[in-house]
């Protein structure tokens, strides 16, 4: 991707709104003010598909940014290029202080800073549920053992399922396992939360129980990125709500502004087919 | 396996029109006789007839094996170049060192099938466990009714007292000692293997018959698997030149019959080692051409194995902020292997039969001997070759089978197909 393509029109999360500002600029940071995550000109190219477009957006520290948008539109992308599960093709992404590069140690350094939650949960199906939670802090914080089985142990309380540590996950529901997940990426004490839409895979009576650990761990301070179709959650948790469409940031805004009084026609007529 | 048959039988029971069984079977036997085999006239002269073919096929086979059979060829063969070939006795090595081999190694597989306890999967039925055991058991007391003392029947015993020792043991290990099992373990494979050719390797040249048999299948196997595992992950590496190097190797070697690797192992292999070097024997290069021949197979079965871990699995991995190795190591691999346990296990029984082509580059594994002993002036020209051959068909039949039940108990263990 060269620069000359990489932004045909200025992006119009960063265009300059009325004084009411009722949008929120997506380059300045929310939460404590701080920056921890800041995306600047970020594309994505998948061959000649561009699924990215010029993504600016700067999450601070403990905040929460719920994503939402059309299928397609490059969520679940944009989460990705977080923790380099995918590769950005052009522009910077700073995590926690760290530009992202091309540099394993690089990588692998902002990965145990990111934890991330999948749609379809990703627990390893050979391991128990204490395994699965364990693995990271032993291989790579070097945890003992027992200091790591005790911490996962505080964990699925908070999770509210300590019952289940020594089970294989395919005895467990498709909440419990999603609330698994979320305890596994917490035990690796990341700074970031990245949520790719944590409860598309779930029964709708599953959906609440991952919700509330969510809302939970917002409510801790958790700086978080929300992939997720659940406007409920959004309405009540988020700091704000960024919508996008065609791998580009439409808007950016507070929930109550984003919900109420949404300033783009593409966030319009989205809103209007959801709600 | 029982339930294996009842699924078959269920489905197959609309063809036939026979109505299920009532739960619980109120009709007695003579109900259930009416109505399965004796249903119509249509379905009456088929049992009548297939019973009858049935009946006439295991009158003659229960007359040959009990009433006509010369089974002298085996027992005076003597049964003991079937077992060992005919020149162990110049190796110098004891039956009782031999016998503290196999014991050892009947341990060895003992821990290994302890290990492989920590079920997942549901518990194996009464009859499966039956099934399981019941046709090892009746190879076994077949070839040990050929035997003329008691002693090798209280060996038997022995080795399977080992076996089960084995298995306690494993359950038992704690702490340091278990985190060691696999070190452990390799050191007893060894410690076998020392045994059983008198801790000279150059030994296994003068073996024979089923201890030939075992040594080159066991050896082929051990040394295949290894390599079949790095060849599969070579095959997926992303670096430059390791692909290349995997496809090469499994591509040059499935593309070649066998055989024609055992002869270039017997007359070409020569050429692979510097002027001056001493040549191994015929039977270690057999060996190392059914290890290179098993391990290109191997690699693909892991490598169907290593792709059917879904991406997602290796994801989580990376998101967790693990390294590529550890991921292999403790996320794809474990997953990979035991889905690949069915497919390898096909591969390592396909392996122990392919050791009888060792006949065919003149080596006296089980098949080999057979010629041996037929050349005997008491056995020559007088018709003996069917007991023979159906001896040795019956003892590979039986290390087949029981490798076959082993896997298994293993698949049923580790919940292979259920997640």
Known sequence: MTDETSNPTPSTASTPTSSGAVMSDATVAGGTGEPMITLTDVDKLFGDFQALKGINLVVGKQEVVVVIGPSGSGKSTLIRCVNHLEKHTSGTIIVDGTELTADIRNIQECRRECGMVFQSFNLFPHMTVLDNITLGPRRVRKKPKAQAEAEAMELLEMVKIPEQARKLPGALSGGQQQRVAIARALAMQPKVMLFDEPTSALDPEMVKEVLDAMQSLAESGMTMIVVTHEMGFARAVADRVAFMADGEIVEVGTPEHFFTNPQEERTKLFLSQIL | ?419
């Open chain 2, 1 to 419: 396996m029982s339930d294996d048959f009842g699924a078959v039988s269920a489905q197959e029971e609309p063809l036939y029109g026979a109505p299920r069984l009532p739960e619980g079977g109120t009709g007695g036997v003579r109900a259930i006789l009416r109505d399965n085999l004796f249903k119509d006239l249509k379905n009456s002269i088929l049992t009548l007839l297939f019973g009858a073919v049935l009946a006439f096929i295991a009158l003659r086979t229960l007359r040959y094996l009990f009433v006509t059979a010369r089974w002298e060829i085996i027992y005076d063969g003597p049964l003991s170049f079937y077992m060992v070939g005919k020149d162990f006795g110049r190796t110098g090595i004891s039956y009782e060192m031999l016998w503290a081999g196999i014991y050892v190694a009947m341990f060895t597989g003992g821990i290994a099938a302890g290990l492989g306890n920590r079920s997942a999967g549901p518990a194996m039925s009464l009859s499966a466990r039956a099934a399981m055991i019941g046709g090892p058991l009746f190879g076994v007391v077949f070839i040990l009714s050929m035997t003329r003392t008691i002693t090798p029947t209280i060996l038997t015993v022995g080795a399977v007292g080992f076996l089960l020792l084995g298995s306690q043991a494993a359950r038992r290990v704690r702490g340091a000692l278990k985190r060691r099992l696999g070190l452990i373990m390799l050191a007893l494979v060894g410690l076998s293997f020392g045994f059983i050719t008198g801790f000279d390797p150059s030994n296994i040249d003068l073996f024979g018959g089923l201890l030939l048999t075992l040594v080159v299948a066991f050896a082929g196997i051990g040394l295949s698997f290894p390599i079949g595992v790095v060849m599969a992950l070579a095959r997926r590496s992303s670096f430059p030149l390791i692909r290349p190097i995997a496809v090469g190797y499994i591509e040059l070697i499935r593309g070649v019959p066998l055989i024609s690797l055992l002869f270039m192992g017997q007359f070409a292999i020569g050429f692979m080692f510097p002027p001056g070097a001493s040549i191994p024997g015929p039977i270690p290069r057999a060996i190392i051409m059914i290890t290179l021949f098993s391990g290109a197979y191997v690699a693909e079965v892991v490598r169907g194995g290593l792709q059917s871990v879904p991406s997602g699995q290796i994801e989580a991995g990376k998101a967790l902020g693990l390294s590529p190795l550890t991921i292999t190591r403790e996320i794809v691999l474990p997953q990979a292997l035991r889905n690949s346990i069915p497919a390898l296990i096909g591969q390592f029984i396909s392996l122990l039969k392919d050791v009888s082509l060792l006949v065919i580059i003149g080596l006296q594994e089980m098949l080999g001997i057979i010629d041996v002993v037929l050349a005997r002036r008491e056995f020559t020209n007088q018709g003996y070759t069917p007991e023979a051959y159906a001896f040795v068909g019956a003892v590979y039949w039986t290390l087949c089978f029981s490798m076959s039940r082993a896997a298994q108990r293993l698949e049923t263990r580790l919940g292979v197909g259920t997640r």
